[in-house]
């Protein structure tokens, strides 16, 4: 398989501990995303990374969150002190790169629940 | 604000039933359109991507159209087994690459 994986597929964690997801994306592609995706809702962006660049990250992403991509590989997403509203499906996507718009392609997501 | 809004929340179709989905948008510029299918538990499966008015696109049952405004993705004679739900999503001009989605369409089709 060669699509982007995403590892743990499932996490469950209690109140105030740290969690860290791992993704690794499709090999050729340049350009990594992190989305959060809640209940009924469509996802929404965290962060982006163009090799190891980190160069956008949204208001959703607080200090409690951190995303690195060592060498522009895999990336890891680190949440510190989860709270209850942090459980939600962690989706990571790739994408090629080049001028314009690219496909972004979606892994299979870690769902995380707080306790 | 950049935004989407996507139409109806559910739909319920027996097979063989076709019908629209609905994706409004509101962008400063549009670099693209995109279509995701999304089945329980799974990441957004990639669909079509459109890039101007009055482009169209199909993939055996369904047909994604774009205009100003608005896309429509029809699915003509559905079968259950196009039963998931379908995102919606904008890329707007400026900034990177962060796409901008719709909470989605559940589309439940019946035998």
């Known amino acids: 398989d060669t699509g982007v994986s995403q590892n743990p597929r499932h996490k469950i964690t209690k109140r105030g501990q740290n969690v860290t997801f791992r993704c690794d994306p499709i090999s050729e592609h340049n350009r990594l995303y992190w989305y959060r995706q809640t209940l009924g809702q469509g996802p929404e962006f965290l962060t982006y990374f163009q090799n190891e660049a980190q160069l956008e990250k949204s208001r959703l992403l607080s200090d409690r969150f951190s995303a690195e991509r060592p060498k522009g590989s895999f990336s890891t997403l680190e949440i510190q002190r989860t709270e209850q509203g942090d459980s939600a499906m962690y989706l990571c996507?790739?994408?090629?790169?080049?001028?314009?718009?690219?496909?972004?392609?979606f892994g299979p997501g870690t769902r995380l629940t707080v306790l | 604000e950049d935004q989407v809004t996507q139409s109806p929340e559910a739909l319920r179709l027996q097979e063989g039933e076709s019908s629209s989905l609905n994706c409004s948008y509101t962008?400063?510029?549009?670099?693209?359109l995109f279509w995701y299918r999304q089945d329980p538990g799974k990441g957004p499966e990639f669909l079509f991507t459109?890039?101007?008015a009055g482009e169209e696109k199909e993939k055996e049952r369904l047909k994604a159209t774009l205009t100003k405004k608005e896309s429509f993705l029809h699915i003509t004679a559905p079968k259950p087994e196009d039963s998931a739900t379908y995102l919606c999503a904008v890329h707007p001009r400026g900034g990177y690459n962060k796409l901008i989605f719709g909470a989605g369409t559940r589309l439940a089709v019946h035998p």
């Open positions: 962008v400063s510029g549009l670099r693209g």
């Open positions: 459109l890039y101007s």
């Open positions: 996507a790739s994408s090629l790169g080049g001028f314009g718009t690219d496909t972004q392609y």
